[in-house]
């Protein structure tokens, strides 16, 4: 499993469909690709959303991203990321 942020921006229309039985939604096609969802975040700023997502695979990070933006009608920007530590041992080799 890997950590994804998706980074979330709404459209005109995507924001008249706001509901908890939207969010409740995108949390389930989160876990029907094998998923869990770490965080859920609204936004100021240069983005509106931020999902934060343990998912198997960059594969199945592709198919949550466009099946979010199909639920919802927002534009996801998914990116991979991995722990600092992580990132200090592999730059340390």
């Known amino acids: 499993m890997a950590i994804f942020f998706m980074f979330g ?4 229309d995507a924001v008249k469909q706001i509901s908890i039985n ?14 869990e969802v770490k965080g859920l975040y609204a936004l100021l700023g240069q983005y509106d959303l931020l999902f934060c997502v343990d998912l ?10 466009i099946s979010l933006a199909q639920l919802t009608g927002i534009s996801f920007h998914t990116c991979p990321a991995i722990k600092v530590e992580v990132f200090d041992r592999l730059i340390s080799q």
């Open 9 to 12: 921006n709404y459209t005109p």
């Open 22 to 35: 939207r969010t409740e939604k995108a949390i389930d096609i989160i876990a029907e690709l094998g998923g």
């Open 56 to 65: 198997p695979d960059v594969e199945v990070a592709t198919k949550a991203s």
